[in-house]
C-alpha cells in the first residue's frame, strides 16, 4: 500500500484522506487553515457530512490519519499526492486558479528531493489546466521533468455533498485521466482497493477534465428542464412534481435530478457551468443550453420572491420565518444557497426574520447577525404569520403548520398540512 498525501482539507480533500483510511492506507491532509487542522486533529469535523465526524475519530485513533499545515512533511511521507484545493468563480465567471496555482508551487518545491512521484489533480479544472498550467508549474518549481521524475493524473471527484462517504466507497465510475502509462497504472493500484465492478475510464487529461464538467452541466441542465416543465405546469393548473415523476419513471431517464423547485445551489454546479460557458467563449462558441440552464435556475429564486413579496403586501405580514438555510439537506453548506438572496430581499421589506436550520447557523450568522435564530422548526412556525420552507430537511416535513401561511420552495409538505399553501411548481 502506498501513503497518500491530499493538499486541501475541505469536503474533497477530507471526506477522500478519510476514506482511504478506512480502505488501509496511510494517509496525511494538508491545509493552511491552522484551524481547520487543529479541529480535525482534535476529532471534529469541521463540516456535517453523515458519518463523517465518527469515521474521523477512528482514523484518527487508528495512527493511520493525520492533519497537517506542512507540506513537505506529507509530500516526504507519501508517494501520491492529491490536490484538492478550491477552484471558485471570478467575478466573470471564469475559473480562479489562484489556489491551485499556489498549491502546484508548493508541491513542485517539495518535489526537489523526491524520488518519482505522482500528482494526481482532483481539483475541477477547465479542460487543458493540468497540461498547460499545472505541469509547467510542478516543473518550473521542482525543477524536475513529468514523465521522468514525476507523474500527473487528473482524476475528478464526484462526490455529492450530503452522501458524500458513501460516494466516496460507492463510485458510479472511476476517471483516471494520465499523463503517461506509468501514472495511470500507479492510480489505478491506489484506486484497487475499491470493488472490480466499479466501472474504471482511462483517458487522456484533458479528457477527464471535460468529462467533469460535462456531468455537472448535465446535472443542472436537468435540475433546469425539470424547472422549466413545473413552470408551465404551474401555470396549467398542473402539478409540476407528479408530472417529472411520471417522466422520471421511464426507464430512458434516471430519477435523480428530476424534481422541480428552487433549483441548484452549493460551491459547485453553478460555478462549473459558467467556468465552461467562458471557457467555450474564450475559444468562440457561444454555448446557448449552458447560459439557458443558469438563467432558468436564477429565475426560480425570483419566482419565489415575487410569492413571497405578493403574499406579505396583500395580508400586511409582519414576521417571516425561514426553515432551511443551507443549500440542500443533509448538508451544513450556504455556499450558492438561495436563502441568502431570500434574506437579502427580505432584509428590504420591514418584516422580521426568524430563521432555523439544523446545520448551519454560524456562518449565515456572520451574513446576517440582525436575524432571530431559532432553536427548533417549531419556534419559527409558531412565531411566524409566514413560512418559507427553502431546504428539504426531513425533519420540516413533520412539524405543525396548522393555521398558518407556507410558500414551500422544494415540495416539503402537503397543501393540507397548513391554511394556505402555494408552492412554486406546484
Ligand atoms: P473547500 O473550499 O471545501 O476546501 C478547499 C480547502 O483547500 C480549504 O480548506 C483551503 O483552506 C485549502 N487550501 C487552499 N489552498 C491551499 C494550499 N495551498 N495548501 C493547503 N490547503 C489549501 O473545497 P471543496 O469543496 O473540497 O472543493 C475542492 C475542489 O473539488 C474544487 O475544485 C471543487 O470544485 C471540487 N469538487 C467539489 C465537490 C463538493 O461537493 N464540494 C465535489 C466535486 C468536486
Known amino acids: 500500500m502506498k501513503n497518500l498525501s491530499f493538499i486541501g482539507a475541505g469536503y474533497v480533500g477530507l471526506c477522500n484522506g478519510v476514506g482511504f483510511t478506512i480502505l488501509g492506507y496511510k494517509v496525511t491532509v494538508v491545509d493552511i487553515d491552522e484551524e481547520k487542522v487543529r479541529i480535525i486533529n482534535s476529532g471534529l469535523s469541521p463540516i456535517y457530512e453523515e458519518g463523517l465526524e465518527k469515521s474521523l475519530k477512528d482514523v484518527l485513533n487508528s495512527g493511520l490519519f493525520k492533519a497537517t499545515t506542512i507540506i513537505q512533511d506529507a509530500i516526504d511521507n507519501s508517494e501520491v499526492t492529491f490536490l484538492c484545493v478550491q477552484t471558485p468563480q471570478r467575478s466573470n465567471g471564469s475559473i480562479d486558479l489562484k489556489y491551485v496555482i499556489k498549491a502546484a508551487k508548493e508541491i513542485g518545491k517539495c518535489l526537489r528531493n523526491k524520488n518519482w512521484h505522482l500528482v494526481v489533480i482532483k481539483s475541477t479544472v477547465v479542460p487543458s489546466t493540468t497540461e498547460e498550467k499545472i505541469i509547467p ?248 404569520d409566514l413560512i418559507i420552507i427553502l431546504t428539504k430537511w426531513m425533519e420540516f416535513s413533520e412539524l405543525n403548520y396548522t393555521n398558518k401561511s407556507v410558500i414551500d420552495g422544494k415540495g416539503v409538505i402537503s397543501k393540507e398540512k397548513c391554511k394556505e399553501y402555494e408552492g412554486i411548481c406546484w
Open 137 to 384: 508549474i510542478l516543473e518550473k518549481y521542482s525543477g524536475k521533468s513529468v514523465g521522468e521524475d514525476f507523474g500527473v493524473c487528473n482524476s475528478p471527484e464526484f462526490l455529492s455533498e450530503g452522501d458524500a462517504l458513501n460516494n466516496f466507497f460507492n463510485p458510479d465510475r472511476i476517471i483516471i485521466g494520465e499523463y503517461d502509462e506509468k501514472s495511470g497504472n500507479l492510480l489505478e493500484e491506489v484506486y484497487s482497493c475499491f470493488d472490480k465492478k466499479i466501472p474504471r475510464l482511462i483517458v487522456d487529461m484533458k479528457t477527464a477534465e471535460m468529462i467533469k464538467y460535462a456531468s455537472n452541466a448535465f446535472i443542472g441542465m436537468k435540475i433546469s428542464f425539470a424547472n422549466e416543465i413545473g413552470n408551465i405546469s404551474k401555470l396549467l393548473g398542473i402539478d409540476g412534481r407528479k408530472v417529472m415523476d411520471g417522466v422520471g419513471l421511464d426507464h430512458r431517464f434516471s430519477r435523480y435530478f428530476n424534481q422541480p423547485g428552487l433549483g441548484f445551489g452549493g460551491p459547485c454546479i453553478k460555478k462549473d457551468i459558467l467556468a465552461l460557458i467562458n471557457e467555450a467563449r474564450s475559444r468562440g462558441y457561444d454555448s446557448r443550453i449552458l447560459k439557458n440552464i443558469i438563467e432558468i435556475n436564477n429565475m426560480q429564486t425570483d419566482i419565489l420572491l415575487q410569492l413571497i413579496k405578493i403574499k406579505i403586501r396583500d395580508n400586511k405580514f409582519k414576521t417571516v420565518g425561514i426553515l432551511g438555510l443551507s443549500y440542500k439537506e443533509n448538508v451544513s453548506d450556504i455556499r450558492g444557497s438561495s436563502s441568502i438572496k431570500i434574506i437579502s430581499e427580505l432584509n428590504n421589506m420591514n418584516v422580521n426574520i426568524l430563521a432555523y436550520d439544523p446545520k448551519v447557523e454560524e456562518n449565515m450568522r456572520k451574513l446576517f447577525p440582525k436575524i432571530d435564530y431559532k432553536l427548533s422548526g417549531q419556534e419559527v412556525i409558531d412565531n411566524s
